[in-house]
DNA sequence: AAAAAAT
């Protein structure tokens, strides 16, 4: 193992990164920041979780040299608000005692306070290319001195989605300029495109080419199961899980939307993120799920790449994702910097054969997924949960399964007693798409004062979390019910009883 | 096709 010192890191850095706790160097920063310092274009590729943001980062902050002068010099690019919002928190931990500053510029957020940091001559820029291109357009954003630019995921910023924002933002830097690529997964064909926007750069893999790129160190598993009986598997696997968070990526964000009603109706600390919630619930749910106040994050594509939380134990693909890429990106929120993990995967009957693609394509070597339901419920007795915990699973309560035909006949009567006093089918699903995702859970009341008080200050706790998901039904009312949160929380509290995470209780 | 990304 080389030190940072040896990759030529400044003494100042090494002791920041030390009083975090980080000493050791991953394979990536050794390979690309002896030649990235120095100005050679990077595409570094390397697994998840093994320190590519710092492999990029040091290079970054270190080229800027001790004292930058004020000025947009280096810009970093990535996909998603919460990947801006991390990445920013990373390099600006790398700043630590130096006059360098860094601002997050990104969209759902008001204009002024990334105004005001640019105006007060921050000289990194970390964000996603709307909120950059419109900036940039205004005249706030002078990205001409821009010398250091990053692309963090760059497949994904390259693809067909992303590319035309992408040539937006090269037109503005300068034409001669340090370029570095950075992802898990480098396509040939996006490799090649890549060039385009760069100078004789090295493909650094940081990796044996053959060793494939999956981590070696999570566990993959497969279930054939019926959509209906989702629910109930994913509550059982939460159960038998033991410590440790959980993500639960879903196709669409309806999807995510009401799995996280339903896993908080059965007592689990679950919160939301996906696009159709307002940016502050959207980062809400982050910071409850990163500080381990929730230990369930739903989750739609958004959260597939980069995002970085500690103790991600397990990964549940509600649905088959996409292609390999997708796969590979999304398992990889566990099994990080040396850590193991478990990826669980519900393979639908439509969706045989793009998992068989994966399958293939990752080289998993897992056997043709067996249908492992049934409506009968002591079958779920049968299925293999995740390691160490079939003891648990076998000893559930029977009684456990009896909540599962509620999702299969919304409003009837078990519906109607779970909701409690006064629970029409149309106030519940109101109530859930204002809350849901905000603040999720059933219990825990008082987090969902300590979620809503972001730095800077917002509305008072009770319009913080009334506020909700924004686009969802698009109102923007205060409260919902026409009680104040507060009456809610209670009503709530007293519903869901003690907080104890047994389904059933 | 869905999700993401400016308002």
Do not use: C
């Not at 706790?21 to 050679?40: H, K, R, Y």
């Not at 890549?194 to 999956?214: K, Q, T, V, W, Y």
């Not at 909540?403 to 919304?410: I, L, N, S, V, Y």
Request: charged share 25%; hydrophobic share 35%.
């Amino acid at each position: 193992m080389t030190t940072f010192a040896e990759l030529g890191v400044d003494q100042d850095i090494i002791d920041t990164l030390a009083a975090r706790g980080i000493v050791d160097s991953f394979p990536i920063q050794e390979q690309t920041i002896p030649l990235s310092m120095p100005g050679q274009d990077i595409i570094g590729q390397a697994k998840t979780g093994t320190g590519k943001t710092f492999g990029f980062g040091i290079p970054l902050v270190q080229r800027l040299g001790p004292f930058p002068g004020p000025g947009v010099q280096a810009l970093v690019v990535v996909p998603t608000r919460e990947l801006a919002v991390q990445v920013y928190e990373d390099i600006d931990m790398l700043t630590t005692g130096r006059p360098t500053s860094v601002v997050a510029i990104y969209g759902g957020k008001a204009y002024e306070g990334q105004i005001e940091q640019l105006r007060a001559g921050a000289q990194i820029v970390v964000g996603t290319p709307g909120r950059l291109i419109d900036l940039a357009g205004q005249r706030l954003l002078d990205l001409s001195n821009a010398h250091e630019v990053v692309l963090d995921e760059a497949d994904k910023m390259l693809d067909l989605g992303f590319l035309p924002d992408i040539e937006k933002i090269f037109q503005k830097v300068p034409e001669v300029r340090h370029t570095q690529l950075f992802s898990a997964t480098m396509p040939g064909p996006i490799v090649a495109l890549a060039r385009r926007f760069m100078s004789n750069p090295i493909h650094i893999r940081a990796s044996d080419p053959d060793e494939g790129l999956a981590q070696a160190n999570i566990h993959h598993m497969v279930y054939r199961a019926h959509s209906l009986d989702k629910d109930e598997i994913i509550a059982r696997i939460l159960q038998a899980r033991g410590r440790g968070k959980t993500v639960v990526f879903t196709r669409t964000k309806r999807a995510a939307q009401k799995l996280v009603d339903e896993l908080s109706d059965r007592g689990f600390n679950a919160v939301a993120v996906h696009g159709d919630m307002s940016q502050e619930a959207r980062e809400r749910s982050m910071a409850a799920f990163k500080s381990g106040k929730r230990d369930v994050l739903i989750a739609t594509e958004v959260a597939a790449r980069g995002i970085d939380v500690d103790d991600v134990t397990h990964v549940i693909n509600h649905t088959v994702p996409d292609d390999e890429k997708a796969y590979l990106h999304r398992v990889g929120r566990t099994g990080r910097a040396g850590k193991t993990g478990i990826a669980v995967t519900f393979v639908d009957w439509e969706d045989l054969h793009k998992w068989a693609l994966i399958n293939r394509a990752l080289d998993l070597g897992q056997p043709e997924p067996k249908e492992t339901y049934s409506s009968s419920p002591h079958l779920y007795e049968e299925l293999d949960i995740p390691e160490g915990t079939k003891g648990r699973i076998a000893t559930a309560p029977k009684t456990q399964t009896v909540r599962t035909p509620r999702m299969h006949r919304p409003g009837s009567a078990v519906d109607a007693a779970a909701e409690g006093e006064g629970g029409t089918k149309r106030r519940r699903r109101r109530r859930r798409a204002d809350e849901a995702g905000t603040v999720g859970a059933s219990f825990a009341p008082d987090a969902a004062a300590d979620e809503s008080e972001p730095e800077g200050g917002t509305p008072s706790a009770p319009e913080a979390e009334a506020e909700g998901i924004g686009t969802h039904d698009g109102s923007g009312r205060e409260h919902r019910d026409g009680k104040p949160a507060a009456a809610r929380r209670r009503r709530r509290r007293r519903r869901s009883g003690t907080g104890s995470p047994t389904p059933g209780a």
